[in-house]
């Protein structure tokens, strides 16, 4: 199995546009997670799915983020608009059990 | 509020000598744990986990202890090696897949 992927891998956009990031899970995992990684905060837990149904979004921050999962093999995360403080390494994992496989992340600076 | 924290960010050693990383929560009710490295431009991967109903899991030269009575968790690595260099975040669960992570110990093992 190639592992979670992610994409783009870098994207520099700027302040008030609109930004998506894709994650394709590890076949047959039922559980997607959207982490973002920053200096002050960490590993933060943005938003996870089960079976493509959004379970818990309480670390999404704002109303401009958002994330769908239409597909067992599919997930973005959408910024919209974007701005600085946005600027972060944001990864998407993938798990069956307890364990989490992550993608290579995506990251993001928003000038 | 973090409920997972790693108080030192940075830890430098010597080869061949012990790591000891560190792991603080709040939470009483959580009742697994994970250590998790990191290597530069790659997404976290799984080292090693324990459950609450243990104090001790060992894996290779990878022993994670935890103390429930202190709510603190820590990771031994003996010996180091140079390889070891990474960040190292540890994470816990109360159930549900849902994990919270620390903001990482960025571990330098010097040859």
């Known amino acids: 199995d190639a592992g979670v992927i992610q994409s783009p891998r870098h994207e520099v956009t700027e302040m008030g546009q609109e930004v998506t990031l894709r994650c394709k899970p590890i076949?047959?995992?039922?559980?997607l997670f959207w982490y973002r990684q920053t200096m002050m905060r960490g590993l933060e837990l943005l938003i996870y799915?089960?079976?493509?149904?959004?379970?818990?979004d309480s670390g999404m921050p704002e109303d401009r983020f958002s994330a769908k999962m239409p597909n067992a093999s599919f997930s973005t995360l959408k910024i919209q608009p974007s701005e600085p403080r946005d600027s972060a390494v944001y990864f998407c994992?993938?798990?069956?059990?307890?364990?989490?496989?992550f993608g290579p992340g995506t990251r993001l600076t928003v000038l | 509020d973090q409920q997972v924290k790693q108080n030192s960010p940075s830890l430098s050693v010597q080869e061949g000598r012990i790591s000891i990383l560190n792991c603080d929560y709040t939470?009483?009710?959580?009742?697994?744990f994970l250590w998790y490295k990191k290597y530069p431009a790659e997404g976290p991967t799984f080292l090693i986990s324990?459950?609450?109903?243990?104090d001790k899991n060992e894996d290779g030269r990878f022993t994670v202890f935890l103390n429930k009575s202190a709510k603190h968790l820590s990771l031994h690595i003996v010996p180091s090696q140079p390889g070891d260099s990474a960040v190292y975040f540890c994470?816990?669960?109360?159930?549900?897949?849902?994990?919270?992570f620390g903001s990482g110990t960025k571990l330098n093992v010097k040859p």
């Open positions: 994992a993938s798990s069956i059990y307890n364990e989490q496989f």
């Open positions: 076949s047959g995992h039922d559980y």
């Open positions: 799915f089960n079976n493509n149904v959004p379970i818990d």
């Open positions: 939470n009483s009710m959580f009742d697994y």
């Open positions: 324990i459950s609450s109903i243990k």
């Open positions: 994470a816990a669960s109360a159930g549900f897949n849902k994990f919270y």
